[in-house]
């Protein structure tokens, strides 16, 4: 039965590195924008914007139309969008009278494909008939992480070598990974994740009193792994003086890297893990790294703990999924499309309330950061919250078999 299952796995797996792409290859030319292009900074900064806000309508949409549709054919449209995005970037600018039209047109197109996988892969993989879900969840959520890193280095590898002005066929490159993807997706089997018309509705979810608390919970995890992540490479730069390239490779990509692990351990181990108490325990952790990076007088200290904080946010998302969709089996694809909406709005809110606090304190990161210590704390109240709830809805089974 695994052996069956394998491509859609792989698939699945290849479809978070092609998100990782979407979200972080057009952040490593925002100065390339700048200089050759003449766009000012503060358009560029509207790039992630437009990819949130994008994810966050699919996610929507997702919610509503999914089920009609298919699984498949959403699936396949995903890497066709993502990959047209891609080869876009690098096309449009240059055919577009506005070349920032032509950025955006092209951030949009992927951004679709990119939130089309945010929402469809979770559920496809479990729909798959698989032993430990929440294993299989974490290690599935571990490949954005990885793709994030792969994104990162061979990027600066390649621009190392071949120059930064020949971005353009990078993306292209890039792009060729959803496209072969489209055909993975296109023969590999999908099960339904619920039977035709068993699943609930909206309406049905909005009723339940752990959606909320799951609601909140991915908004928070959201907001804790997006706030530090973003500005981990500014710290790197601000607080220990660093350079742009060795700022990225210190910051978020040592974040990711340490993201991953936590996930891969999960995956590895989560059958001997109560995965509560791991979510509970990477929470306070979480709020520590915080607390390190906003009060700590020594700046290694603070990068310590921008980096760890990876570790400590890597289970959240994967675990609310598993959790959640443990405790409403019949909640389907409107559950794990309005779980994206709520982790992709803390990623949209959390680092804009960081770096609003950190501008009003006089560019002092540290303010911001001890500011988004009520990221992590939301995620522990949360967590308790779901727990109790647990509790009395299955008083005699074990959290581990319950997710």
């Known amino acids: 039965m695994a052996k069956k299952y394998k491509k859609t796995l792989y698939a699945c797996y290849l479809g978070f590195i092609t998100q990782a792409i979407a979200a972080n290859f057009a952040p490593l030319l ?7 292009y003449a766009i000012p900074l503060g358009q560029i900064a509207l790039i992630p914007m437009t990819l949130f806000l994008t994810q966050l309508i699919i996610d929507v949409f997702c919610a509503k139309f999914v089920d009609r549709i298919g699984y498949r054919k959403c699936i396949v449209a995903s890497g066709i969008c993502s990959a047209v995005g891609l080869a876009g970037l690098a096309l449009l600018p240059d055919l577009l009278a506005d070349p920032f039209a032509g950025i955006i047109i092209s951030v949009v197109i992927y951004a679709v494909g990119s939130g089309l996988v945010e929402v469809l892969c979770s559920p496809i993989v479990e729909a798959c008939p698989l032993d430990n879900k929440d294993a299989v969840m974490s290690l599935l959520h571990s490949f954005y992480c990885w793709g994030c890193v792969g994104v990162i280095l061979l990027s600066t590898v390649f621009f190392a070598i071949f120059g930064v002005h020949q971005w353009k066929w990078l993306a292209c490159i890039w792009a060729i990974i959803p496209l072969y993807n489209t055909h993975n997706f296109l023969t590999c089997p999908i099960e339904r994740l619920v039977e035709e018309g068993k699943g609930m509705s909206i309406g049905d979810l909005l009723k339940v009193p752990l959606f909320w608390i799951s609601i909140v919970l991915m908004v928070a995890a959201g907001a804790s792994e997006l706030s530090m992540a973003q500005w981990a490479s500014a710290y790197a730069e601000s607080a220990i003086g660093l350079s742009k390239t060795t700022g990225d490779l210190a910051g978020p990509c040592l974040f990711a890297v340490t993201m991953g692990i936590s996930r891969a351990i999960y995956g590895k181990y989560g059958e001997k893990l109560n995965l509560m108490r791991f979510m509970l325990g990477s929470g306070c952790l979480c709020l520590v790294c915080y607390l390190l990076a906003a009060v700590s007088s020594s700046p290694l200290v603070g990068l310590i703990g921008c980096v760890i904080c990876g570790f400590s946010v890597g289970i959240m998302w994967p675990g609310t999924i598993s959790v959640s969709s443990g405790q409403l089996p019949r909640g389907g694809t409107a559950l794990f499309a309005l779980l994206a909406m709520a982790g992709d709005l803390g990623g949209a809110l959390g680092p804009g309330l960081v770096g609003a606090i950190t501008q009003n304190a006089n560019d002092n990161l540290q303010t911001g950061m001890m500011v988004g210590c009520v990221f992590p ?27």
């Open 30 to 36: 925002f100065l390339t924008f700048h200089n050759d």
């Open 377 to 403: 704390l939301a995620l522990i109240f949360s967590l308790i919250a779901m727990k109790r709830i647990q509790r009395r809805q299955n008083p005699k089974v074990d959290n581990r078999q319950t997710v």
